[in-house]
């Protein structure tokens, strides 16, 4: 039952053919704001019935005719470097840092670093002839971007969550009738679910891996912590000027988010410094 219901969102897919409608290729760039954030678990934003899932996806039908069947999980930004450790923002000053998308690249300025939007796919040649000095990306890019082969040093910032949307035209959508959109719903949210209980699995092995590699992974303090979010703090005040409505929304959804007990807690350890 499950291969069928996959195969039925596989034929459905922007770009792919569907009987009575016309082939449609789509591309959407979905930068996020609102993160992990140094320590803030997002797995219930991650739901498809949380309220900032929800006014995201609405927000994004109603403003492209889009509809998100899942939103798919690449894991939590970290810091590749060589001999060099970012713990604090201090030592990203003057570091040239590959980033991959403006979101990050404010985030970088914020705090001291020089961006350079670099796709996935030249960041590992960036680093090696000296464009960048580190690279930010998913822990998982140490095996499948081969980073541990120029880098030795990992900082676990886990300073942005990235996600793709997986996306269907609307008018496709409502061409399905109901029992085709139950069927595609269904699939999506076991899809979704799989994957995301996957990916936990999958950054530990990357991690392990790179023990395998020799390279050393830093982990942050709470102090550390509190550098990192007063550097990087101007990124949400400026998103809650340039979002408007949408934007107020998803932060009061967030604020409750953060009283929860999946999302209340920081870092294990106390502060040394006041």
Known sequence: MRKSLLLVIALLLPGLPHAGAEPTKLRVTLQLPISSHLGVNLMQFKTEDSEMRQLLDKAIIEATGIRVLWWQSYGSSVFFSKARDVRHPGNLRGQKVRVAGENMATFTRQCGGEPFLISASKQLQAIKDGTVDMIMTSISGVVSRELWKVTDTITRTEHAAAEFPVIINEKVWQSLGAHGQSAVAEASKVVERDLREQMADIEAKAYAFAGEK?????????????????????????????????????????????????????????????
């Open 214 to 274: 020799g390279m050393k992974v830093h982990e942050l303090t709470p102090d550390d912590v509190s550098e990192w979010r007063a550097c990087s703090a101007p990124l949400v005040e400026d998103y809650m000027k340039e979002a408007g409505a949408l934007g107020s929304r998803l932060m009061a959804a967030y604020g409750k988010l953060r009283t929860q007990l999946c999302c209340s807690a920081g870092l294990a350890g106390t502060f040394s410094k006041r």
